[in-house]
């Protein structure tokens, strides 16, 4: 089954906007990682939290994970019409390091 | 580099064919694996690979086989194709889903690589 459950499922704001999508696990994890998937492409890498950090930034992004409630969050401030696009998390799990589990993903929309 | 290739990009099946979607890499990761995905479903682990000779089963291995004779290269096979196949199919490779520091002074990110995909339509 998936590890991973994004919410929310679709997501559209305004450019300037934040974005804020959530993601639950079941399981235990060694890292989180959050990942983007532009329309007909393959995904790309976007940041990773370990389990043992609260929150991580990368430019426009900041990531939170908070595992007593096994959940993370991406917020991407300022949003661009250019950040349209799906974001997924995957988590990669403390009993099997060999295999990366993923959400459903959340559609972002950003309207120009 | 090329990064992650998949071929083909789109294929059109008969119900029982069989094919192979290809898969190579020129970054000398030892982790391949290959994912389905279907709307409403993200993407779905069929199969892994941690080395060259080393394959193992992920969420929805049933209906694909897997080898791994070398470590560019990482082929799915569907044995006899069946409509609920038909997906979208994405190959990934890393080094490791662990952050640690590499040679020269840079740093392994912990990231799967993806392929651009395989759309395979089974009528």
């Known amino acids: 089954s998936q590890q991973g459950e994004e919410d929310p499922q679709a997501l559209s704001i305004q450019e300037g906007e934040n974005a804020t999508m959530n993601c639950s696990y079941k399981?235990?994890?060694?890292?989180l990682q959050w990942y983007r998937q532009n329309s007909g492409r393959g995904l790309v890498h976007l940041i990773l939290?370990?389990?043992?950090?609260r929150e991580k930034h990368s430019g426009r992004l900041r990531v939170t994970l908070d595992t007593s409630k096994k959940s993370s969050s991406l917020l991407i401030t300022a949003s661009r019409a250019a950040d349209t696009a799906s974001y997924f998390c995957?988590?990669?799990?403390?009993?099997?390091?060999?295999?990366?589990?993923f959400g459903a993903g959340t559609r972002l929309t950003v309207k120009p | 580099n090329a990064g992650v290739t998949q071929t083909p990009k789109f294929q059109v099946l008969k119900t029982g064919q069989s094919m192979t979607l290809q898969c190579a890499q020129d970054m000398n990761h030892e982790y391949m694996s290959w994912y389905r995905q279907d709307p409403g479903m993200g993407l779905r682990l069929i199969h892994y690979s941690v080395g060259a000779g080393i394959t193992d089963q992920g969420e929805v291995p049933n209906g694909y086989n897997v080898s791994r004779s070398t470590t560019e290269d990482f082929p799915l096979r569907l044995l006899s194709a069946a409509p609920s196949q038909t997906s979208v199919y994405f190959c990934?490779?890393?080094?490791?889903?662990?952050?640690?520091?590499?040679?020269?002074?840079?740093?392994?990110?912990?990231?799967?690589?993806f392929g651009e995909g395989s759309r395979l339509t089974v009528l």
């Open positions: 939290i370990r389990s043992n950090e």
């Open positions: 990934a490779s890393s080094y490791s889903f662990a952050i640690y520091p590499l040679a020269g002074g840079s740093a392994n990110t912990g990231e799967l690589f």
């Open positions: 995957a988590t990669v799990r403390v009993y099997n390091n060999n295999d990366m589990r």
């Open positions: 399981t235990s994890i060694n890292n």
